[in-house]
């Protein structure tokens, strides 16, 4: 008898012992700043010394959750953190199984050729990216660049119809007003009359600069789009979730693959000699399969999309009106950028857990009410 309790407190203590050190390095690293997080964002902790100090703070409340609540700004970084977690959980997973299914089912040639194009961007670092699709997408970025250059294109060959029909260089009050037609309306406020001013202009010219004409017409008269995409709370979001899914879509697409190859290929053999079809195969077998790696994946995707930072932040640096501004991004300027305001910044932290807590929770009960096992 005396043996068997040696035994256990024995073996307690070799437990304790080897799970002590785990227990206090998780403390340390995991547990106490968020603790600290809890109280500094109940407090009014301004900076400096944080104790022994000769300012001394103290507990106020719940005084920055109530500020965070009636702060349009931050349903406005919150509103936008719920559209990156949906383009997330919706567009990475569903792009990478399939992306990983194709390959896997060598549906598609040079597996290896696509699986290292697709996962790219994730080894490439965000801060390039983001600087990369800010560029792209700027008022004179690709974008821009190209689309008007289709336009000065459009409106120069239609110039060119307009007096191959006259037989030449001709002007009349018939030729302005079929030029007029074709410009873009937004340019012709240059004109304070823009027909007696357009047919006073192109008297300047003789005939023989018919093609130095139309290139100054074209530059002063054709179409010119600028997409500030960046800047429009309507679209602002938009070239956003394009870079997250096409970003980390690679990332899916190695951990599906890798998972997908521990399949029994006789079990998808046996699918196939019964007359399942590919989508049949995919739905039926691979999917149930994976369920709990899909689940685990949208659980990465939830705390990605939270933490998004870096890859944003370059891309916008919050944008004009901050319209593009992010939980993590609004937490980062108040607590780094000009005056700072650390109680407002960890009550942001703790409303980006709670969050992220709340997220995660939905998703485990949707597991446990629809999904299967592995």
């Not at 300012?55 to 409340?61: A, E, L, P, R, Y």
């Not at 679209?235 to 693959?257: D, E, K, N, S």
């Not at 370059?314 to 937490?331: F, K, N």
């Not at 700072?340 to 807590?357: E, G, Q, R, T």
Request: glycine share 8%; net charge positive; hydrophobic share 50%.
């Amino acid at each position: 008898m005396r043996r068997g309790i040696r035994s256990r407190a024995e073996e307690t203590r070799a437990y304790w012992a080897m799970i002590l050190p785990a227990f206090i390095l998780y403390m340390l690293v995991l547990a106490f700043p968020i603790i600290l997080s809890i109280v500094l964002s109940l407090s009014n902790y301004n900076g400096g010394q944080l104790f022994g100090g000769a300012q001394h703070w103290k507990i106020t409340g719940f005084q920055q959750y109530e500020r965070l609540v009636n702060d349009p700004q931050f349903w406005l970084a919150l509103k936008n953190n719920i559209y990156i977690v949906i383009a997330s959980i919706f567009g990475q997973l569903p792009l990478g199984f399939i992306f990983a299914y194709l390959i896997y089912r060598r549906i598609v040639k040079f597996g290896d050729f696509w699986q290292g194009v697709i996962y790219m961007p994730a080894i490439i670092s965000t801060i390039v990216l983001g600087i990369m699709w800010s560029v792209i997408f700027s008022p004179t970025g690709l974008i821009a660049d190209v689309l008007n250059k289709a336009y000065a294109n459009s409106f120069s060959q239609s110039l060119a119809q307009i007096f191959h029909q006259a037989g030449g260089f001709t002007v009349n009050d018939d030729i302005v007003k079929k030029i007029l037609g074709v410009s873009d309306p937004k340019a012709l406020t240059v004109f304070a009359n823009p027909a007696a001013d357009l047919k006073t202009m192109l008297l300047t010219y003789q005939p023989g600069q018919l093609t130095v004409m139309s290139s100054d017409l074209t530059n002063l008269l054709a179409r010119k789009w600028t997409p500030d995409f960046l800047a429009k709370q309507d679209l602002a979001m938009l070239p956003i979730m394009f870079v997250v899914v096409w970003c980390w879509t690679g990332m899916y697409l190695i951990l599906f693959l890798a998972n997908m190859q521990k399949i029994d290929p006789q079990l998808l053999e046996a699918a196939r000699i019964d007359g399942a079809g590919e989508g049949q195969v995919m739905g039926w077998i691979v999917l149930p399969l994976l369920s709990g790696v899909i689940v685990n994946s949208a659980i990465l995707c939830i705390a990605g999309s939270l933490n998004s930072f870096a890859l944003i932040w370059a891309m916008t640096q919050g944008g004009p009106a901050r319209v593009t501004e992010l939980l993590s991004i609004y937490m980062y300027t108040n607590a780094f950028v000009g005056a700072p305001n650390f109680p407002l910044a960890n009550a942001i932290a703790m409303s980006i857990v709670i969050f992220s807590v709340v997220l995660i929770v939905a998703t485990k009960l949707v597991e446990k009410r629809y999904g299967g096992k592995e």
